[in-house]
């Protein structure tokens, strides 16, 4: 299972960014990917949650990111997209694509996206 992380860049204060992240090797199936997300993580900061998709689904937010950020998913190319809206400036960190992938027996397995750095400007 390979994780590729697209988007990011820069934007100023009140801009937008979207994120893709598309999986390969797995699909959303009861044997796949059973959740999919970005976590952040800003300098001197652990690294924190942003947004999940369930495979059924369910989404949830980290309380910071409500009504600016939306999850979503391409079942067809197996890609997780962040659309981020209403950027502020505690917005910036480096941004992780996450997986937990079933695998046999039971078993779920972690898997992490390269980083890609979203800067807000102000």
């Known amino acids: 299972v390979q994780l590729q992380a697209s988007g990011g860049g820069r934007a100023q204060t009140g801009g937008s960014l979207r994120l893709s992240c598309a999986a390969s090797g797995t699909t959303f199936s009861p044997q796949g990917i059973q959740v999919m997300g970005w976590y952040r993580q800003a300098p001197g900061k652990q690294r924190e949650l942003v947004a999940l998709i369930r495979r059924g689904g369910n989404t949830n937010y980290a309380d910071p990111v409500k009504g600016r950020f939306t999850i979503s998913r391409d079942n067809s190319q197996n890609t997780v997209h962040l659309q981020m809206n209403t950027l502020k400036p505690e917005d910036m960190a480096v941004y992780y694509c996450?997986?937990?992938?079933?695998?046999?027996?039971?078993?779920?397995?972690?898997?992490w996206g390269q980083g890609t750095q979203v800067t807000v400007s102000s």
């Open positions: 996450h997986a937990i992938v079933g695998v046999e027996g039971g078993v779920v397995e972690d898997y």
